[in-house]
């Protein structure tokens, strides 16, 4: 699966540019005999990010490998403990610090789920979510 954001400064000055990233436990309402209920962090290890790019560039290489499995997951992405600051438990992470008006900026996400799991994960999901903050510099 692959998306693209675009954002855009419609304000009248500059700003910092954060962004932030999610995810919670979207299960299917159905089960099956062969499945088990897999929590929401055990499905994001599961999805394996083949390319994060920020305005063109890819940037998955920045993204750490938290909990130390030998690839970049949707886990590593959310519980990267680089972030810029930390607010109402949201963790920001820093992009653009001269986000400047009428700028756009584009963030393209391509993922795969992890061809080697089980059917264990049949019926599991997440739902994942993105924010973005523009601070007045």
């Known amino acids: 699966a692959e998306g693209t954001i675009t954002i855009r400064n419609i304000g009248s000055l500059a700003g910092h540019l954060y962004a932030t990233a999610s995810y919670e436990e979207a299960d299917n309402t159905y089960s099956t005999e062969d499945t088990v209920d897999k929590s ?3 499905f994001a290890k599961m999805l394996i990010i083949l390319s994060y790019k920020y305005n063109g560039i890819e940037i998955k290489g920045q993204i750490p490998d938290v909990d130390g499995d030998g690839r970049t997951t949707i886990y590593d992405m959310v ?18 610090s001269n986000f400047v008006s009428g700028e756009t900026a584009t963030f393209y996400l391509q993922v795969q789920f992890d061809p080697a799991a089980g059917n264990e994960y049949q019926n599991d ?13």
């Open 79 to 96: 519980n990267d403990p680089n972030f810029a600051f930390q607010e109402d438990g949201i963790k920001w992470y820093s992009y653009d």
């Open 125 to 137: 999901g997440i739902s994942l979510d993105f924010g973005f903050l523009l601070k007045q510099a």
């Open 40 to 42: 929401a962090d055990e």
